[in-house]
């Protein structure tokens, strides 16, 4: 026996085979992806909208209209969780046979639980960029062509990306990066106990497993 | 220098029961064998024998309730998660009755994933596969997915990726379950000729009668026991008789 002896899955590999696997399964790869873009747009749409009526309106628009956006904003986070976790659980479960085959070529628990986190990184990362952006804008254009208002509204819209005030939730949450990295942590957290419970599977349980 | 056990697999007593509300199921029940290095072996027995949790046990794919099971003299219980990673990585090859091919990766892909494992160079892992892949036959398919090939096709892809890391054994669960007749047959023969050509040991699980005729000797199993043990040659003569 060689000195080498011991299973290898570098990061590169797993990052690879990810990659691979999301390309390869596109069609099933956007509809989770579609239900992440759906739920970030939902939220940035909410936000941004809320953000660009209390700058033209004033901040002063009272603490219970506050309070109210804050609670939109929660209810909207809500909603676009219960998608991600939902798709992300279905995209681990169908797969369990191909866990189990992988176990017997010689993947540890590890090896498997970082490509599915990997693949909902990416995911996360992806429909939370393109849901992010689309529901900007759409809440920008729509703003813009509605109010009649002597504010640039697109300035307004556009300032919310460099925003990162964390004692206001409801302005930290208004910024469309801080969306894409809920989205990224939202995915992450949704696959994690579908892979785990998946990874701790024995080969054979994983691979009786019929979906 | 390389140690040569003259047994590829032992068991010891071995045994797995499985709870199921208030009856216990003797799955397996104290089954001690031994199997020498570069045998073809056959374990036979109706369905419900304990033929398919014979193979999991000694592939180190579950754990036995009772007894041992040695890999190459080691006892496999004794192994860390990370030792029988890779144990089930380079010493042992899996053929399955549904071929379990990764349905995304290619053919070459599939043959190359065990080696992903094992840490062979990207080079040396394509240019293994791609030999593998050509002495099963499918030289010209390489670039298909699973689901563009036949079940022999893929049979023989799950072959090749069985052997490609040159195991010890290769363990084979009813591999020609899904197959039609000729196919079968040219899979049993094909697992012969790379027995006699690597001297591999294959452990078959199944209950096709025509795996008897390249079989050294046979494992009738029945009710998770071993009821006899006979070679070819008695098999014959009974046939005959």
């Known amino acids: 026996m060689s000195g080498e002896e011991g299973v290898k899955f570098p990061l590169s590999e797993a990052f690879s085979f990810s990659l691979e696997s999301i390309k390869r399964r596109f069609g099933r790869a956007l509809i989770t992806m579609l239900s992440i873009i759906l739920g970030i747009a939902f939220l940035t749409f909410l936000l941004t909208t809320g953000r660009i009526v209390s700058v033209l309106y004033g901040e002063g628009s009272g603490v219970a209209v506050q309070f109210y956006q804050l609670w939109m904003a929660v209810i909207a986070l809500l909603i676009c969780s219960v998608g991600i976790v939902n798709s992300m659980l279905m995209s681990v479960t169908e797969r369990y046979k191909e866990i189990g085959t992988m176990k017997c070529l010689g993947a540890m628990n590890t090896h498997v639980l970082e490509i599915f986190l990997i693949e909902a990184l990416l995911l996360g990362l992806i429909g939370g960029a393109i849901g992010a952006v689309a529901g900007w804008t759409i809440a920008t254009v729509w703003q813009a062509f509605t109010q009649a208002s002597s504010v640039n509204i697109f300035m307004v819209s556009a300032s919310l990306w460099t925003e990162f005030n964390i004692n206001n939730p409801l302005l930290l949450l208004a910024n469309p990066l801080v969306n894409i990295a809920l989205s990224v942590i939202i995915a992450l957290l949704a696959a994690l106990a579908p892979a785990y419970i998946a990874a701790k599977l024995s080969p054979t349980e994983a691979l009786r497993y019929e979906v | ?241």
Not at chain 2, 218 to 231: A, S
């Open chain 2, 1 to 241: 220098m390389a140690l040569r056990y003259e047994y590829a697999v032992e068991t010891e007593d071995l045994a797995k029961y499985y709870v199921m509300g208030p009856v216990t199921v003797r799955a397996l029940d104290g089954v001690s064998v031994k199997i020498r290095r570069s045998e073809y072996l056959s374990i036979m027995g109706p369905s419900g024998s304990g033929k398919t949790t014979f193979f999991n046990m000694v592939g180190g794919l579950d754990r036995p309730t009772r007894g041992k099971v040695f890999i190459d003299e080691v006892d496999i219980a004794s192994l860390d998660a990370y030792e029988l990673a890779w144990l089930r990585a380079k010493k042992i090859g899996y053929i399955f009755q549904t071929f379990n091919l990764i349905p995304v990766l290619t053919a070459l892909e599939n043959v190359m994933l065990p080696m992903v494992f094992t840490g062979v160079e990207r080079e040396e892992r394509l240019r293994r596969a791609r030999e593998m892949l050509t002495r099963v036959g499918l030289g010209e398919r390489l670039d298909h997915k699973p689901g563009e090939l036949s079940g022999g096709q893929q049979q023989r892809v799950a072959i090749a990726r069985a052997l490609v890391n040159d195991p010890v054994i290769v363990l084979a669960d009813e591999p020609t379950g899904n197959l039609d007749l000729h196919t079968g047959l040219e899979i049993i023969n094909l697992l012969k000729t790379l027995n006699t050509e690597k001297k591999v040991t294959i452990i078959n699980a199944t209950h096709d009668l025509k795996m008897i005729d390249v079989s050294d000797r046979i494992f009738w199993l029945r009710d998770g026991k071993i009821e006899r043990i006979e070679t070819r040659a008695e098999v014959a003569v009974k046939e005959v008789e």
